[in-house]
């Protein structure tokens, strides 16, 4: 390959990080990890329980664990087992920061903010605990939480966890169906709820729906409330407790010891191919994949401030979050990323020194098309990473941020999701970063792309897979008692191997004299929304980087319709205000795919909507407008964060013709 990195490490930025501490750290322990981050790659995954043991030993774990069953039936996925009879509790390990440093800043739209030192983080958790305890929530009762990206959801998780109970939430962006939906087949016996949250300008009052799910939730023990927008006062209620009051409580006494695979979280999918799937998320492998990914591969340690740009209804939250854990600060922001001016993130950045920025790919493609220069307007000396993920991000939005943004900083495309509270390929602060490319496949995660026949290719597209098993695995979905939902899922595309749903591509590059050599990932898009004409295979994300090029779209949406016996690609186009889809435009957009793609990748169609619609967490669903075009029913609407968009969609005369 020819392409050159945009942006390679120092030596001295290799030899300070911590996965060189680690890998040097390795050979001290008799372990032979190899000297080159290709071999130290393979050791990991051809030593799983070695290489396990090692994150919770290299991270001091508070726990036990017992050293001759760290991994059992390892040759079976799903039935491998991780660390039996280990005892830890995540809370404890996430409230280990020295008292007097901040453990969390909140930042509001609104210009609101609060911090919180580590032992006031734990004397607050201990006493919402101890309030919990009160009204009889125990070791694997569930409490939920509707609620904002502030200092009272990581209090109520970490509360939650210090029991040994499971914490899960949804953002109040959610429809009351959408929060039913979720909360209604985890049957929580405690309810934290705000009253309402302000995004884009605008306050939204959350009360009624707050009131009609605690109606719903035949179970609730106990009510917390949150006085979270000062517009909308909560009426005095019995069986409700304000969380001031809830924080008057004896403080909890030490932390529940609990197993390493018993439930810490439940996440749900976006839903939109059904009711939500409630994936179940273990104590341990959790806090493990997370101490490897924030700390080794993204080099976090006890200095660094943390932000993501996130709700408490993504992943991303529960990832940010597990920052605590290396005594770390974490940023929360409550708000729109654009709101009160398209800067505020970079604003955010600047005044607390933020290190470790993250954010969707298409937050940083809204910037450039804003014309915002942060290197110019803003002082990010502190800054040394810059994360992304939720969807590919374009090769032209690494040349932005390496431009506009900061020149010297580690530009890491990662990509997991809500199956797994993690990532498959991830960022590594001692290799160089290619535009367009994931730097690496995470440590101890035996990630291949597959071919349709099931067979390992680099070089070729295909879907991604894991052929071992790895600790961050679901323990399942909830109510799954035989695992036939979770088999479905995961395995039935390749029988003992775990098929993610992503479309993507592994590069190999040798060793240069510059450089290491390294084993890179591109995702193409999802697996189920790839186009395929004329028998062809397309990843829609090498259409939306092309097209979202051009000044005037804003976004895009590609699916495949059923025309003539093959597969017709169709774009849609969302265009800046004032604009309008001519021929010339079109033109442009067809130019600019044949010439930069292939002539398969050139629409049969493109059209104009005013909107596309999208999940939740902020990805566009190319499945529910393939449904729409076809005639026929999406279900569970509840699952967009837009479904009035789906009309565009229906009935468009250009796609009878």
Request: proline residues 5%.
């Amino acid at each position: 390959m020819t392409d050159q990195p945009i942006w390679t490490p120092t030596n001295d930025r290799i030899q300070t990080s911590r996965i060189t501490h680690y890998h040097n750290w390795l050979h001290t322990q008799g372990h032979t990890p190899g000297n080159t981050w290709q071999s130290l790659h393979q050791w990991s995954t051809q030593n799983p329980a070695d290489f396990w043991e090692t994150i919770w030993q290299y991270f001091d774990v508070r726990g036990q664990y017992q050293a001759r069953r760290i991994l059992e039936n390892g040759d079976q996925m799903p039935g491998a087992t991780w660390f039996g009879g280990a005892r830890l509790n995540f809370a404890e390990n996430l409230l280990r920061g020295e008292p007097d440093r901040v453990a969390l800043i909140e930042q509001r739209e609104d210009g609101r903010g609060r911090q919180i030192t580590y032992g006031e983080l734990r004397e607050a958790s201990a006493r919402l605990a101890g309030t919990l305890q009160e009204h009889g929530i125990t070791k694997g009762d569930r409490v939920a939480a509707f609620i904002t990206n502030g200092l009272e959801a990581v209090i109520g998780m970490l509360a939650t966890a210090r029991l040994g109970a499971v914490w899960s939430s949804c953002s109040p962006d959610f429809g009351y169906q959408g929060v039913l939906e979720r909360f209604g087949q985890i049957q929580p016996k405690a309810l934290l709820a705000v009253n309402g949250y302000q995004y884009n300008g605008r306050g939204i009052d959350t009360r009624e729906r707050v009131q009609q799910l605690a109606d719903a939730l035949p179970e609730l023990r106990l009510q917390v409330r949150v006085n979270n927008h000062p517009e909308y006062p909560w009426q005095l209620q019995d069986s409700a407790m304000d969380w001031a009051e809830a924080l008057q409580s004896e403080p909890a006494a030490g932390f529940t010891p609990v197993a390493f695979d018993d439930p810490l979280y439940i996440l749900y999918s976006s839903g939109t191919t059904g009711a939500p799937k409630c994936i179940i998320h273990g104590v341990g492998g959790t806090l493990l994949q997370h101490l490897k990914e924030l700390g080794l591969h993204t080099d976090v340690d006890q200095d660094d401030v943390v932000f993501y740009y996130t709700t408490t209804g993504w992943m991303m939250w529960n990832w940010l979050v597990s920052t605590l854990a290396l005594g770390a600060t974490a940023v929360l922001y409550d708000g729109s990323p654009m709101a009160p001016t398209s800067e505020v993130l970079w604003n955010l950045a600047e005044e607390h020194g933020i290190t470790v920025f993250g954010a969707s790919a298409k937050y940083y493609a809204a910037c450039e098309k804003n014309g915002l220069k942060p290197r110019e307007t803003h002082g990010l000396d502190p800054l040394k990473a810059i994360l992304s993920t939720g969807s590919p991000l374009a090769h032209e939005s690494f040349d932005y941020v390496h431009r506009d943004v900061k020149p010297d900083v580690c530009l890491s495309s990662i990509s997991g999701g809500t199956d797994i509270v993690s990532c498959f390929a991830l960022g590594n602060p001692t290799l160089p970063v290619y535009r367009g490319e994931l730097q690496c496949l995470g440590l101890g995660m035996d990630v291949a792309i597959y071919n349709d026949g099931g067979q390992p290719v680099t070089g070729e597209k295909g879907e991604l897979v894991c052929r071992a098993p790895f600790p961050s695995m679901p323990v399942g979905f909830w109510k799954d008692p035989g695992g036939e939902r979770f088999h479905k899922a995961y395995f039935s595309r390749f029988e003992g191997t775990w098929a993610h749903g992503d479309f993507g591509e592994i590069r190999d590059r040798p060793a240069t004299d510059s450089a290491p050599a390294q084993q890179g990932m591109i995702i193409h898009g999802r697996a189920d929304a790839v186009l395929n004409p004329g028998g062809v295979r397309i990843g829609t994300a090498e259409i939306y980087r092309q097209v979202e090029k051009l000044d005037e779209v804003l976004e895009s949406i590609a699916v495949g319709q059923q025309w003539e016996d093959d597969q017709r690609v169709v774009l849609f186009v969302r265009l800046r205000e004032g604009e309008e889809l001519s021929d010339e435009l079109r033109a442009r957009i067809r130019v600019t795919l044949r010439e930069n793609t292939t002539p398969r990748h050139v629409p049969a169609l493109i059209l104009q909507v005013q909107d596309i619609p999208r999940t939740l967490s902020g990805k566009i669903v190319e499945l529910a407008v393939r449904q729409v075009i076809h005639g026929e029913t999406v279900h569970n609407r509840e699952a967009l964060a837009n479904p009035e968009a789906l009309a565009h969609f229906v009935g468009h005369p250009a796609l009878q013709d």
